[in-house]
């Protein structure tokens, strides 16, 4: 079994910075991939930015250049840097860990969620 442990939303003005943090733990052989999602309210889950067990990423247009996603492998966490905030950015948040859980078997784990509120 996998647990996922997400901190560090809360409410920041507009133009302000916040970090997420999102540890994952238990029964973990590698983590092909981590991301960020985001919910507003009445809207579908998007994706906000991903990472590649080999470093590569994927940005929303709505945040390049100013959100960063990062790892540190040997604690099995993913963080959000999220500068330069707008309202708009105001959601939910939930990071996704993709886990080879077994040589053979591969499922995806989600955070529990941690809102972000951003004030105009």
């Known amino acids: 079994q996998v647990q996922v442990v997400e901190s560090g939303g809360g409410l920041v003005q507009s133009g302000g910075s916040l970090r997420l943090s999102c540890a994952a733990s238990g029964r973990i052989f590698s983590i092909n991939t981590q991301a960020w999602y985001r919910q507003a309210p009445g809207k579908q889950r998007e994706l906000v930015a991903a990472?590649?067990?080999?470093?590569?990423?994927n940005y929303a247009d709505s945040v390049k250049g100013r959100f960063t996603i990062s790892t540190d492998n040997a604690k099995n966490t993913v963080y959000l840097q999220m500068n330069s905030l707008k309202p708009e950015d105001t959601a939910v948040y939930y990071c996704?860990?993709?886990?080879?859980?077994?040589?053979?078997?591969?499922?995806?784990?989600w955070g529990q969620g941690t809102q972000v509120t951003v004030s105009s």
């Open positions: 996704n860990f993709i886990v080879r859980v077994t040589s053979w078997y591969t499922d995806d784990y």
């Open positions: 990472i590649t067990s080999g470093g590569s990423t």
